[in-house]
């Protein structure tokens, strides 16, 4: 597939709760039009409702959200993007269970790091007219 | 749509099965639950979550607070009926060190 | 609500096996947002599948697809859009089982009247930019 | 995703489940399957759509000319487990009227 023809789908969402499920639905549709595995598919869906959830509520704009996903023969590449206030995502703490148990920390914080587990390659692209979260899973051909 | 279906005893246990997606409102039914039940001596939960294939952080970042509760108390949670996913996210998160985790129910009752 | 802050979710779709299924999943979520019955959520669902491989099948064109939900509080309004030759709506035959059946006729040709039995209104707009297909279902308060 | 998962004998019946979304491809499985059985003087077919909660008119048609198919033979197709909406769009389209259906499968088998 050239870079032309990637077939894409792309979804405008108001912030509505519960609304991130449209984008884990649209990715689970997607997954299956591209026979990824059940347990990729699950990443995804999983990585994409943080990604969507913190776009809606860290933004802390009332402007919709937009996610796009752009299918080719070996990945699944997703954006999410906001019209939010932005932030430092290098600066982003890696959170720690046993540290939230002792020291009676915040117990939120895990969305960041839920991402980049579950996904093979995220990058945000951060500044004050927004966010842009991309991130892609590859399809492992067994 | 997320709510708790169901809320039973069984040995030293509280069995709380939930339906849907196990978001904010969902974790603040639980812990709720677990705060009443606290009240009048019960430590022991079993969470069942055969209904409930999938999670965001804030429904899981509540079930550390019940966690929390729980240890002050020397209690337990345990989870069953976890979606693959689901386990996964809790695994990532380090929460499941801090639980007992079961396939089904009835290994859950028996532990 | 007012007409300029009703929320409204957008789909674009590419032509792509099953991918009617992602306007199903997001009507699904919209309509437990909007507290809608399973029944009325069912039906949504089965129209949206009809119209969508409408736009895919017939507008005879490689475009995607748009498709839009506008939430309000008494009603959910769908614009299904694609960019192909059009039709004349009017000249659509109602389809009849026994002469189906009796005469060997071709057995398709059901997606329109399931639209229009299944939604509380339906309207074509169609010419040879195109077709919008706009469709509405009221939510009954029981 | 959209697939036959079993196909199984029972008194005079062939019992055909199905999984997933009863679309085109699905469709052209169940005819492909009947025909090869009407070759072997078999008429009379359930239809398990427990595990299909959602079809198209592509897929429905496809289940007229299998009733087309099995009338010439005086054979029968029984359709049981139909989710709500499959129910009604059936209803609507008038297919009902051509296949006897059930709610489970023990009712359509003891017919
Ligand atoms: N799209 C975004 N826009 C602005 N800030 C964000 C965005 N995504 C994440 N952040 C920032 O990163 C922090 C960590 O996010 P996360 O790991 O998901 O945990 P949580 O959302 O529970 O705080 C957030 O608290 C927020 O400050
Ligand atoms: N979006 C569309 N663009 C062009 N033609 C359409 C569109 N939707 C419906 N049609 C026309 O209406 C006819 C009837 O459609 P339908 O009732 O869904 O049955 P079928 O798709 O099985 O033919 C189609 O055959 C086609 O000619």
Chains 1, 3 share one sequence.
Not at chain 2, 27 to 52: A, P, T
Not at chain 2, 67 to 90: N, R, V, W, Y
Request: aromatic share 6%; hydrophobic share 40%; net charge negative.
């Amino acid at each position: 597939m050239s870079k032309e023809t990637k077939p894409s789908v792309e979804l405008r969402i108001p912030i509505l709760k519960d609304m991130e499920l449209v984008a884990t639905n649209t990715a689970d549709v997607i997954a299956k039009y591209m026979e990824l595995s059940d347990e990729a598919s699950g990443e995804i869906s999983m990585a994409l409702i943080e990604a969507t959830i913190n776009a809606f509520e860290h933004s802390e704009s009332q402007k919709d959200i937009f996610i796009n996903f752009t299918i080719s023969d070996d990945e699944l590449t997703i954006k999410v993007i906001d019209k939010g206030k932005g932030f430092d995502s290098e600066g982003i703490q890696i959170p720690d269970i046993d540290s939230k148990l002792k020291k009676q920390e915040r117990k939120r914080g895990w969305g960041v790091m839920l991402i980049k587990e579950l996904m093979d390659s995220v990058d945000y692209e951060s500044g004050n007219d927004g966010t842009t979260l991309t991130m892609t899973k590859k399809k492992k051909n067994e | 749509m997320s709510k708790i279906i169901s809320t039973e005893e069984h040995n030293n246990f509280l069995i709380v099965k939930t339906e849907g997606y196990f978001n904010k409102d969902l974790g603040e039914l639980v812990i709720s639950l677990v705060e009443e039940n606290v009240k009048e001596n019960k430590y022991h939960f079993i969470l069942d979550l055969e209904q409930s294939k999938i999670v965001n952080s804030i429904g899981a970042s509540i079930l550390i607070e019940v966690i929390e509760i729980l240890q002050e108390k020397d209690g337990s949670l345990s989870l069953c009926h976890m979606a693959p996913i689901i386990e996964k996210t809790f695994s990532i998160m380090g929460l499941t060190k801090y639980c007992n985790t079961f396939k089904s129910l009835e290994e859950a009752v028996a532990q």
